[in-house]
């Protein structure tokens, strides 16, 4: 399989976020980056959008569904958001969406913050694989691999991407 040139699809991206925020009027959003793989992919967007915060981030290890059974990850490094995201325009990005898990936890987490205006989702990649009906705003790229497949974004700088 062959696999994005990550680079070039987070430029792209960020023309299209560009695009997408403009066309619906979405204005002074807050890049909001998923530990930590999303945080790398929002620092790219930021650096063709120039929002005015900046990069905020979160860490969901707290909101997992699956946190009793595989316990709490290592290295848990807290989330840094703004005291409040009441009515802001939220752009929540994520390096793979894959069941929706993450995203359904990374919201949970927004809401105890504030009341977004609205929560628009990027993802860099689509492996499909949907477990709970959440899809993205827009994604970089879609992948199709195999059973049991997986790929894996690492950085930040570069950011490549491997199958595991």
């Known amino acids: 399989m062959n696999l994005p040139d990550i680079e070039q699809t987070c430029r792209e991206l960020g023309v299209r976020l560009a695009t997408y925020l403009q066309d619906n009027q979405l204005e002074q959003p807050l890049l909001v980056g998923i530990r930590t793989g999303g945080v790398w992919v929002a620092e790219r967007l930021q650096e063709s959008l120039q929002t005015a915060d900046g990069v905020s981030s979160l860490d969901i290890s707290f909101y997992r569904d699956d946190f009793t059974r595989h316990g709490l990850h290592p290295q848990v490094m807290g989330s840094e958001l703004p005291d409040s995201i009441e009515d802001r325009h939220i752009v929540l990005i994520d390096d793979v969406i894959m069941s929706g898990r993450t995203i359904r936890a990374a919201m949970n987490e927004l809401f105890d ?31 199709e691999l195999e059973d049991g497949q997986l790929v894996k974004l690492s950085g930040p700088t570069p950011l490549e991407l491997t199958l595991a």
Do not use: F, K, W
């Open 113 to 143: 913050y504030g009341r977004p205006a609205s929560i628009t989702l990027v993802s860099l990649l689509d492996i499909g694989r949907r477990e709970l009906p959440i899809q993205p705003d827009l994604c970089g790229a879609r992948l």
